[in-house]
């Protein structure tokens, strides 16, 4: 099982913000740390897969003090560890239909928390399932 750094952005009036030193591009937030956590878990795992789906190998993970060295350079830092384990999910493609103009909210909504389109829908859907709604 790969454990790759995380790295724990918050600004004054912003959620809490995720990225992967190992895997630029890949980000994700929570509003709270326990969401940005299980968010974390979630983006790293959809990125890996598409990378293995691609056919790319995945990186040797970084160690702590690379990954803080790079992400802050003055010194400041917040991270959590994220593993990947051997039985992730498999990640399948949907197509659904959706009016264009809640695509569009979604899509700003999504963007604005630093996440994907599908990682939005999928917390929203696991937020109503938990919920029992």
């Known amino acids: 099982m790969a454990s790759y750094i995380a790295i724990v952005h918050k600004d004054e009036d912003s959620d809490y913000g995720v990225s992967f030193p190992d895997f630029p591009?890949?980000?994700?937030?929570?509003?709270?740390?326990?969401?940005?956590?299980?968010?974390?878990q979630e983006a790293l795992e959809v990125h890996t897969d598409f990378m293995l789906k691609e056919g790319q190998e995945l990186p040797a993970p970084m160690t702590m003090d690379a990954a803080v060295k790079e992400a802050f350079p003055e010194?400041?830092?917040?991270?959590?560890?994220?593993?990947?384990?051997?039985?992730?999910?498999?990640?399948?493609?949907?197509?659904?239909?959706?009016?264009?103009?809640?695509?569009?909210?979604i899509d700003r909504y999504a963007a604005s928390h630093g996440m994907s389109r599908s990682a939005f829908l999928v917390q929203a859907a696991r937020q109503v399932i938990q919920r029992g709604a």
């Open 25 to 40: 591009g890949c980000i994700t937030a929570g509003s709270t740390l326990d969401e940005a956590r299980a968010m974390a």
């Open 75 to 105: 010194g400041l830092f917040a991270t959590m560890v994220v593993s990947l384990d051997g039985e992730r999910s498999k990640v399948a493609r949907v197509n659904i239909t959706l009016p264009a103009r809640d695509l569009a909210r």
